[in-house]
């Protein structure tokens, strides 16, 4: 029996046509395989960015003076819109009070008890039964950097009338904050007494004002802004979010309230980059926000993948 050692003609033959379908279809295939692989890939990053982004704002909404939401369609000293008057694309720009949710919860107790005891209270402080000014003033330190203290807080009594774009400092003007004619009342602590507060501004009492039983306590505006948008470019931007200055104070004893742009203390924090829209929209006391994103990397029909989210916060 003689041995075989080289492939016949028709094997040969075999080989070079698997080769040639190989060589002529393996590399698309191959390509195909990887494009699905990136599509799946870049989709799914594009996804969590998006929810992130609505989560993220959502959450920071959630605790707002419902009352002081405002849009802008560039940074200040562009006027302040309510945010149920703000329609258009123009608007990229969302501004709001933001209540201290973690000095209402305390470490065990609230450190602000939301109350004021109208029988105990009289025209030079307010009484707020289980309020602890201290370790409020503490907190405030902490989650400010120390930069902001008790001292920089302001009260909202709840059921006061308001007016977005006056009563809270968006507008540059903190006269009518500073004569206790506004809805947001700038206070301080009274020395030896952790359950009161007093007036920080103007002679220090509330003769005149209209105190209510309930209040809520803020020590920073928050503002979401699409920044660096490239519409010649890529159409995208940036989006940011800016804390820690309060619009109802004197930036630089000036007479011009701070904001989120020139503000001394201000923090940022990017949400989100290649953002091709964030908008917003008012219905009452609900806000709807979109935030959408897109990708040259992933085409659709010969354009640019683009990714929206949508989140409504009560």
Known sequence: MKNRFAFTMIELIFVIVIMGILAKFGASFLAQAYKSFLNTNVNSQLQSESEYAVEY???????RIKDSVIARTAAPPSPPVAIDSASGENYIILEWVGIDSDGFRGKSLPYWSGIIDLDDSNATSLSSPDTNTSQENNLTQVLSYGTTTIADTALYFVGANSDATTDYGWDGNITKINNQQAALHPVKDV???ISKFTNATGTNNFTGVDVYEYYK??????AVVLEDYNATGDGTGTLKLYYNYQP???KDSSG????YNDAPNVKSTTIMEHVSTFRFMSIGSIIKIQVCTKSDILKKDGGDYSLCKEKTIL
């Open 256 to 259: 011009s309230s701070d904001q």
């Open 248 to 250: 109802w104070k004197d």
């Open 217 to 222: 306590l803020t020590w920073s505006a928050y």
């Open 191 to 193: 020395a030896g007494d």
């Open 57 to 63: 704002i959502g959450k920071k909404l959630q605790y």
